[in-house]
Every structure is written in C-alpha cells, then in structure tokens.
C-alpha cells in the first residue's frame, strides 16, 4: 500500500502512559519503516468515562474495554481520514492469540493430567473470594476447558455468588459449559477448534462489534482487508502446524510479512488492545465505579447481591485479587440499563 500511494500512508495508534500497555515504539517503529504519517494519542484514566458514551452506541451490554482505546483511536483517525484499515480478523485466521499456544502447552502426560487435576479438584473448598482460588481451579482443567475460562470475566462459582440467584434461574445457561462441549464436539485439530470458535464467536460477537460501533460513531467507515473470503479460505487451507504451537504463534503470517517489517515488531510477543483498567480501578477510577455500582438505582434492579459486589470493590482496591474486568463488566451493565432501559442521555464524553 505504501509502496503505490502517491503520498505517505496516514496510521493512528493510542498509547496509555503504562509501559506494560503502550505500543507506541513500535506502532512508531512500524510507521516508520513505511515512512508513514503517523498519528497517536495517549489516553489518561478519566477518559475510562467514555463507557457511559459506550453504552448508548453499543446498544447491548458490551464489557471489552479494548472499546474505550477504540473509540478513542476512531475519533483521531476521522479527523485526517474517513476511510480506515484495521488488521481484524489476523488473530483467528492465523492462530495470533496466546491462549492458543497455551492451550496447546497444557495437553501433557497421563501423570501430569491425574496430578493437575487432584490438585484443581481441591479448588472447591477453597472459599469463594480466596486469592489465588481461580488460578487453582483451572488446575483440573483440559485445554478446551482452560481457553474458555481465558475467554470468561466471570466464572462460575463467581456467577453464582454475584448474580442474584432468580436472575441465574430465570437464564438458565451456563455459557462456559456450553462453550467448552461446543468445541470438545467440534472436528480437527485442538487448535483448528478454538480458531473456530473465535472465528464464529468472539469476532462476529465482539471484535466486529466493536470496530463497527466505535468507527461508525464518529461517521469513519472501517474495513477489515484479512477478511477478505480469499484470505480467509488461504488461511483455512493450511494445517495447524503451518499457524503454530505450543511456543510460537502466527507462524505463517509472519513469514509472509517479514521481508517488510522490522525484526523487532515481528518477534516481539503478542499484545492485544489493552486497558491498564487494573491500576486505574485500584487508584484513580475506583471512586466513580463504587457510586455507580453502589447507587440505588443499581441495587433496586435486583440483579446482583449488593454485599458480594462491594466485595469484588474492596479486595481489588486493596490490591487481594484483580476483579478489575468483572467491575468494568458491572459498570457497562448498568450504564447500559440507564441509557436503553431509564432512557437516561448523558452527554459525550469529551478526553484529551
């Protein structure tokens, strides 16, 4: 593309001021070896109030909160641009997630197998808001089991102690065991499955979702060229072996771009689109989403235990567990209720 435009490529990137988040050296590094004009911002915690912006265009509950640097990068795109490329889709076609490598590195020996899960087995009496309960009760898990729980905010027995028992019933579903049957039924190779099923699932449902809202919002048109129907019977026609394994992922895309992209973009691990939501929520918004989950219009829905969710609160606050996406998930539910259900309108949300 670079290479036939009359003049320089424009690309946009967001940056959060956390090492552990910000791409931006390498979105520069990148930009710069197409010479491209290249844009970016940095985004501060209070701009995590754009989710009440959010909830009016997302129109159902939607609690990815790679949406807030979404919005964000849509809105500095459409001020030089009202077409865009985005590089949706590379990840499911082309095995780019690491929990598919390490679903792989969990299909172990027999006597790994029986220990991991005696060990996991004993997660149940541990109590419910224990740290470090989670981690061991993935113990026990299979791989297909395991990428699930990877893909869950809230697993089970959290479910159940959070969400009001009448509301569980009136559900009747237990996802996570619909998904892992789902994929355990499945034919092909353990990791042709869990593409597959991020390929009917998590993209239409989420990843799509969520670029279309967010660019559709600010009236900028995007467009995902990786799934064009060509590519994608391309990547379908591969084995498993030719997208990778337990210690590598995207294998085949990268040695098809690797004569055009610096080394060190190409070999550095895998990072999605992620928000430092857990030091925003243990410092600086951890007061703006204790009044919204605490307000009483909150409470008298009816859909969650009150005490259990101010439980979730204190123990991130304190720093005992992370629950920084199940608070996100809890703050999107109810902005979504007030803006689809009170019919309550807030206005944009305005960040530098």
């Known amino acids: 593309m670079a290479k ?7 690309t946009f990137t967001i940056g959060f001021g956390d090492p552990a988040y910000d791409e931006l050296d390498d ?25 009440e912006t959010l909830a009016v265009h997302y129109d159902e509950p939607f609690a990815d909160a790679s949406a807030i640097p979404t919005f964000h990068v849509a809105a500095l795109a459409r001020k030089h641009v009202t077409v865009c490329l985005t590089g949706d889709g590379g990840d499911e076609l082309f095995a780019g997630y690491t929990p598919y490598a390490d679903a792989l590195a969990r299909i172990g020996s027999a006597p790994v197998d029986a220990l991991r899960s005696a060990i996991g087995a004993g997660a149940r009496y541990v109590p419910t808001h224990a740290r470090g309960k989670g981690r061991l009760s993935t113990l026990a898990l299979g791989p297909e089991a395991w990428f699930v729980w990877r893909r869950t905010v809230f697993p089970e027995y959290l479910l159940e102690t959070v969400v009001d028992p009448d509301v569980l019933r009136a559900a009747a579903a237990r996802p996570e065991r619909c998904a892992v049957a789902a994929i355990r039924a499945a034919r092909g190779t353990l990791l042709s499955r869990l593409q597959r099923w991020d390929q009917q699932h998590y993209l239409p449902d989420d990843i799509l979702v969520k670029v279309d809202r967010a660019t559709m919002a600010h009236s900028l048109e995007a467009r995902c060229p990786l799934l064009d129907h060509k590519v994608i019977e391309l990547a379908a026609r591969q084995t498993s072996a030719r997208h990778g394994d337990a210690t590598t992922t995207k294998r085949l895309f990268r040695e098809v771009i690797r004569p055009w992209v610096p080394p060190a973009v190409l070999e550095r691990p895998k990072r999605g689109f992620g928000v430092p939501l857990r030091r925003w929520f243990h410092e600086q918004m951890i007061g703006w989403a204790r009044d919204i989950l605490s307000d009483p219009r909150t409470r008298q829905r009816g859909w969650t235990r009150p005490s259990q969710v101010a439980v979730l609160l204190r123990q991130h606050e304190s720093g005992a567990r992370d629950h920084a996406k199940r608070i996100w998930a809890l703050v999107c539910l109810e902005l979504w209720a007030r803006a689809h259900i009170d019919r309550v309108r807030t206005p944009v949300q305005r960040c530098a």
């Open 4 to 10: 036939h435009s009359p003049r320089p490529v424009q």
């Open 27 to 51: 979105a520069r590094a990148t930009a710069a070896a197409f010479r491209a004009d290249h844009h970016e911002q940095v985004v501060t915690p209070d701009c995590i109030r754009v989710a």
